[in-house]
């Protein structure tokens, strides 16, 4: 049985989608994990809603390290442009689609 990631999902996500439509599906996933009072992806947004996005087997702490990857600016929290760029850095290959699909905007 071969184990798919989130980010095998993302490359393949911006060839259907396109780029417009990919970071649209990344504002509702980053809607579906932030605290809604506070606007912002938090250490208890994230856990209370991990099972929405298939992260339930992850630990306290390895959620804590996902917010710090992100954590641009040290608030803690993730915006909504540090959680799109956090999903670019975990894809690798999304960068290249994303090159190629800028290539071909531009031809």
């Not at 049985?1 to 396109?18: N, R, S, Y």
């Not at 804590?64 to 954590?71: H, S, T, Y």
Request: aromatic residues 6%; charged residues 25%.
């Amino acid at each position: 049985m071969v184990h798919i990631e989130f980010q095998d999902f993302l490359p393949i996500m911006a060839i259907k989608l396109c780029g417009e439509g990919l970071i649209n599906e990344l504002c509702k996933g980053y809607r579906m994990l932030m605290d809604g009072e506070k606007g912002v992806i938090t250490i208890d947004s994230l856990k209370r809603n991990s099972k929405l996005m298939g992260l339930q087997d992850f630990s306290d702490e390895e959620l804590k390290n996902m917010i710090r990857e992100g954590d641009m600016n040290g608030d803690g929290a993730l915006d909504k442009i540090e959680f799109c760029i956090l999903m670019f850095r975990l894809s690798p290959d999304l960068l290249l689609v994303a090159q190629q699909l800028l290539h071909k905007a531009h031809q």
